[in-house]
């Protein structure tokens, strides 16, 4: 009994140390998506910075709470809630955010650039965990979280384009 304790704690110290290295190494997770949207920048943008129609392409959006003129409380069908701080916008170009939750941080920017009659925009998110545990499991939930970005991508080139989204309706049914 002795040594399969001393087995069990030894294989625990081990994936303590083997998550604490990892999260040393591997603290950030980057997520970057894009999509062409069949419309002109300026409708993409004005859709996309729209505090109203948020919870139309954030996935298990629940609500959006204005607490000033640059940040917002997303409240989310799970409880969990996210403070958003715009940090820059440049009208049509692009919105530089900071995303805060209880157990990530992350800060992104989302762009609108001309692609003919078109815009192609791109999100991009890097995301760290809080704690130790967090950033070590991060990198592990990755696939999950760029699923989850690809989607709210998704929504918001349906709803820009005034259509279904598939991409959505197909991820909720896998995850």
Same mark, same amino acid.
């Given at each position: 009994?002795?040594?399969?304790?001393?087995?069990?704690?030894?294989? !625990? $110290?081990?994936?303590?140390?083997?998550?604490?290295?990892?999260?040393?190494?591997? =603290?950030?997770?980057?997520?970057? #998506? &894009?999509?062409?949207?069949?419309?002109?920048?300026?409708?993409?943008?004005?859709?996309?910075? =729209?505090?109203?129609?948020?919870? *139309?392409?954030? /996935?298990?959006? *629940?609500? $959006?709470?204005?607490? &000033?003129?640059?940040? @917002?409380?997303?409240?989310?069908?799970?409880? !969990?809630?996210?403070?958003?701080?715009?940090?820059?916008?440049?009208?049509?170009?692009?919105? =530089?955010?900071?995303? *805060?939750? $209880? +157990? *990530?941080? !992350?800060?992104?920017?989302?762009?609108?650039?001309?692609?003919? /009659? &078109?815009?192609?925009?791109?999100?991009?998110?890097?995301?760290?965990?809080? %704690?130790?545990? +967090? +950033?070590?499991?991060?990198?592990?939930?990755?696939? %999950?979280?760029?699923?989850?970005?690809?989607?709210?991508?998704? #929504?918001?080139?349906? @709803?820009?384009?005034?259509?279904?989204? !598939?991409? &959505?309706?197909?991820?909720?049914?896998?995850?």
């Amino acid at each position: 009994m002795n040594r399969l304790l001393r087995f069990v704690l030894t294989l !625990a $110290a081990g994936a303590t140390i083997g998550l604490g290295v990892l999260a040393f190494f591997m =603290d950030e997770v980057t997520l970057s #998506n &894009s999509t062409i949207i069949m419309a002109r920048p300026d409708v993409s943008w004005t859709t996309a910075s =729209d505090t109203q129609r948020l919870q *139309e392409w954030i /996935g298990d959006l *629940e609500s $959006a709470t204005v607490l &000033s003129a640059n940040q @917002l409380r997303l409240t989310f069908v799970n409880q !969990a809630q996210a403070t958003v701080t715009i940090t820059d916008t440049t009208p049509n170009i692009s919105i =530089d955010m900071t995303i *805060e939750t $209880a +157990r *990530e941080h !992350a800060v992104g920017t989302m762009t609108f650039e001309q692609n003919g /009659g &078109s815009t192609f925009l791109t999100h991009t998110l890097q995301v760290r965990g809080h %704690t130790l545990t +967090r +950033r070590a499991i991060l990198p592990l939930i990755k696939p %999950t979280l760029s699923l989850k970005h690809m989607a709210m991508l998704d #929504n918001l080139e349906a @709803l820009i384009e005034q259509r279904p989204s !598939a991409l &959505s309706d197909t991820l909720q049914d896998t995850l």
